[in-house]
């Protein structure tokens, strides 16, 4: 009776783990099927936070699957039989592997183009963000515009502050993953609140989606320094979880429905304009947001700007020199130049990739970069998965850039696992000059001829 009364207990507490990991099991097993090792890695993190927890079963794989981990992150082999989890590269230790891929590119400021990026955080939440704040800080200053994937308004308000840039985002899934745009405060929004882009989690026939699919995230912001004003779309569509072949279709309905979503913006604006500024208003406008749907303009942001490489300081030079001449009635035109960017999850770069044929018939360009470089890689498969897609705009952009991948298993590992899976992608656009911009109608002003 004391052998049984002992067995009960442990019968139990076996019988729970098992239940609370079976999901996560399964999910990792599609993952392998599917060839996406990026997934089955966050899937592990997932089992991790579980053996954590004291679930036993979950730390005998926790257990197992640290000895595929040879090195430590110091990149000194371990010894062998040794069985050792991955351990976290330091901020610094990013930092320097990300420099040697974007240090070239130059701190953004309020002159020259406009510089739009795209970036995959790979499970970037505030704890991530708090971790490795200094190489995403490298990363942020060196665009104008940041479309953050995989992330949430608690991670994005943070990188905002510490930046002091502006910032937008989405409502979060059931994995605590959004969409997010990072402003400098040479882009001022116009709109009071963006679009949620939330019907695109509507599938037929599939209202699991529904939690677990992203709403893209629009904006309209005009350029202080041109005038020159646009709108910029962050999405990130359904993954390949389950079969490119099973997949694409959802992709594909998505485009077909922002296209039509885009149809009735160029006839009517979404947008109710933001209040006209005051200099009594300029340095401490109220944020609009809500919990989970963080909006907050770069003027929130700005006392704690740092010193621009033009001159520009902080807050009272922006409140003097910038926020008095802002116009906000751009906000209430149909929709004219736009930016959709994002994480695709298809390879734009291939003629192949047929479910991004609405947005082409829709008069949207596909950006190219010059050498097809991947942005997402995984085995010996890869592709350009993050990109630009653009309206308006014609003559005004230049070809993409992406960084090249770590070279040397030390510095790709610190990236792909404590960075992303992802590349940034960047985007320049040299918008009119600004005498061009005031010339002919408020609308003529900021929506190009070629608009198509």
């Known amino acids: 009776m004391k052998n049984e009364g002992t067995a009960d207990p442990i019968r139990n507490v076996l019988?729970?783990?098992?239940?609370?990991?079976?999901?996560?099991?399964?999910?990792?097993?599609?993952?392998?099927?599917?060839?996406?090792?990026?997934w089955a890695g966050e899937t592990l993190a997932e089992i991790a936070k579980l053996a954590n927890a004291g679930n036993p079963l979950a730390q005998a794989i926790v257990t197992s699957a640290g000895s595929a981990n040879a090195g430590t992150a110091g990149g000194n082999?371990?010894?062998?039989?040794?069985?050792?989890?991955?351990?976290?590269?330091?901020?610094?230790?990013?930092k320097e592997v990300l420099l040697k891929m974007i240090g070239h590119r130059p701190l953004v400021t309020y002159g020259g183009p406009i510089v739009v990026c795209t970036f995959n955080g790979y499970l970037l939440d505030l704890e991530k963000a708090k971790r490795i704040i200094d190489p995403l800080l490298e990363l942020v200053k060196r665009a104008h515009v940041v479309l953050f994937q995989e992330t949430n308004i608690d991670a994005?308000?943070?990188?905002?502050?510490?930046?002091?840039?502006?910032?937008?985002?989405?409502h979060r899934n059931n994995r605590e993953q959004a969409c997010g745009i990072l402003y400098h405060p040479r882009l001022e929004w116009l709109g009071s609140k963006p679009v949620y882009h939330d019907y695109l989690l509507e599938v037929p026939d599939h209202p699991e989606f529904r939690v677990t699919l992203r709403p893209a995230l629009q904006q309209r912001v005009r350029d202080i320094s041109s005038g020159f004003v646009f709108d910029v779309v962050d999405l990130h569509t359904k993954s390949n979880l389950g079969g490119p072949d099973q997949t694409r279709p959802i992709r594909r309905y998505s485009f077909e429905q922002m296209v039509a979503e885009f149809a009735k913006q160029t006839v009517k604006s979404p947008y109710k304009r933001r209040k006209e500024a005051t200099?009594?208003?300029?340095?401490?406008?109220?944020?609009?947001?809500?919990?989970?749907?963080?909006?907050?303009?770069a003027a929130d942001n700005v006392a704690a700007a740092p010193v621009a490489?033009?001159?520009?300081?902080?807050?009272?030079?922006?409140?003097?020199?910038?926020?008095?001449?802002?116009?906000?009635?751009?906000?209430?035109?149909?929709?004219?130049?736009v930016i959709i960017g994002g994480d695709f999850n298809a390879p734009l770069e291939k003629e192949t990739t047929t479910e991004i044929e609405p947005l082409l018939e829709a008069g949207f360009r596909n950006e190219k970069t010059t050498d097809n470089r991947p942005s997402y890689r995984y085995r010996t498969?890869?592709?350009?998965?993050?990109?630009?897609f653009t309206r308006?705009?014609?003559?005004?952009?230049?070809?993409?850039?992406?960084?090249?991948?770590?070279?040397?298993?030390?510095?790709?590992?610190?990236y792909q696992k404590d960075f992303s899976d992802h590349l940034p992608v960047f985007l320049e656009l040299t918008p009119p000059a600004a005498t061009q911009m005031m010339e002919g109608s408020a609308q003529t002003s900021w929506r190009p001829d070629n608009w198509g």
Request: charged share 25%; proline share 7%.
């Open 156 to 170: 994005l308000r943070y990188i905002a502050k510490a930046a002091g840039y502006g910032v937008n985002a989405s």
């Open 15 to 38: 019988s729970k783990s098992a239940v609370d990991i079976r999901t996560q099991l399964d999910l990792l097993e599609a993952c392998l099927a599917a060839d996406r090792l990026g």
């Open 309 to 337: 490489a033009d001159g520009t300081t902080g807050g009272e030079a922006l409140a003097k020199k910038i926020r008095p001449t802002i116009d906000y009635s751009a906000a209430e035109l149909p929709l004219g130049a």
């Open 392 to 414: 308006g705009l014609d003559g005004l952009v230049s070809p993409l850039w992406i960084p090249e991948f770590p070279e040397g298993k030390r510095d790709l590992l610190f």
């Open 381 to 388: 498969e890869g592709g350009q998965f993050d990109g630009f």
């Open 279 to 297: 200099t009594a208003q300029a340095a401490e406008d109220a944020a609009v947001a809500t919990a989970d749907s963080g909006v907050e303009s």
């Open 77 to 94: 082999p371990a010894k062998p039989g040794a069985r050792r989890p991955w351990v976290p590269a330091s901020p610094e230790q990013v």
